[in-house]
């Protein structure tokens, strides 16, 4: 899947625009006299990743924790009767037997049937709601701290950094061909694109945990899916990534062009200790963690959605993750391999904090685990939307 990267970067052409931006960013700097550090490498700190997740964590474990009761069983989401052909799951206007999780009170067809007279009708209350995650001080609290002490641990140890001459570093000391073939042509662009899309790739999870549970009341119960979990899953990625950065001071791609093709911007400075942190790439660990915890979350907190819904959510995390990750190495910041590891690192967390927990519907039962069927749709659309934004910024830078 990361074939097109390499083949974008052999025809891609100078962009004008991003000339332009650059020389703006260049002029305002100079003309507020800031430093290059308020106005480059300070957007990029670790710190400012870390602070929404932390604070998100911290309120959700003030409030609060065990047991997730106060819930409408039944509530519709807002969104409903537009998302209604493809979340079928939203307003249970469907049900179909043998895909996600069956329970043992349905007596239908495997075909699709109308969900909402037959589930009155045997009475089952929980297909009608949302599952909530159960929050518990000593896990979630330990799970928390861990995540916080590994980015503080990770920020505080020292960066091994090289002399980079004149004509750069020497690019037969790369060992994969895949990483010294995509050294080349960075794109400023790129670079700021990717920031602006990293944004949106971690607001979706949130967005789609409320909106697919309105019928949950109580700011301890409302925050669970969207901020705590989700939280967590964050910051867990993040102390793995900033743990392993300058344990491996690998320097970035960029340090290996001459001087005369490495771009002016303050971000390609070969002599900051950002230059040397190239492995594992954030961006691709946090997109990637936000991906997979949406279509991980989605998968318990609906265990009766349907094939359409669990592949859609997943396909989008993984068009956006993808996307964003490949941005990264068309702007000569990350090698390939700094994308896989990152998107690896991201995955495992995001799925994982989910998995430790336990969700539960209104009425007190706990929600039955996604069978094998669900998570093999969910892992396809999942691979598939990556391979997708992956090409599709590689046709686009």
Known sequence: ML????????YRLPSFSSTVATDQLDDTRHALKLPSSMTDHSMHHPLLRLIPAAIAVGVGLLTSTGHACAQASGSLPLVAPIAGPVFPAWDAGKVVRGYGVDHPGFAVARESVSAGPVLRAIGVQDAMSVAL???????????????????????????TRQAVPEGGLDPSTINWGIDRDAIGDPSTRADQVSDVVVLATLAGPPLLALLT????????NVIRRPIVLYGESLLLAQAITQLLKPVISRPRPFTYLPAAERPTDSGYDVTADDAFLSMPSGHAATTFAAASYAATDNLLSHPYAGTKENGTIAAIGGLLAGFTS????????????DVLVGSLIGTASGVSVPLLHSYVFSSGGRAPRPKGHAWLVT???????????????SLAF
């Open 3 to 10: 074939t097109p990267v390499l083949v974008a970067k052999a």
């Open 133 to 159: 995650p159960e929050l518990h001080w000593s896990s979630d609290g330990i799970l928390g701290a861990v995540g916080l002490a590994g980015s503080a641990i990770g920020l505080s140890l020292s960066v």
């Open 213 to 220: 549970q309105p019928g949950v009341h109580g700011f301890g």
């Open 326 to 337: 490949n941005l990264r190495n068309q702007a000569d910041k990350h090698f390939p391999s």
């Open 379 to 393: 892992a396809a659309g999942y691979v598939l939307g990556t391979g997708a934004g992956i090409g599709l910024s």
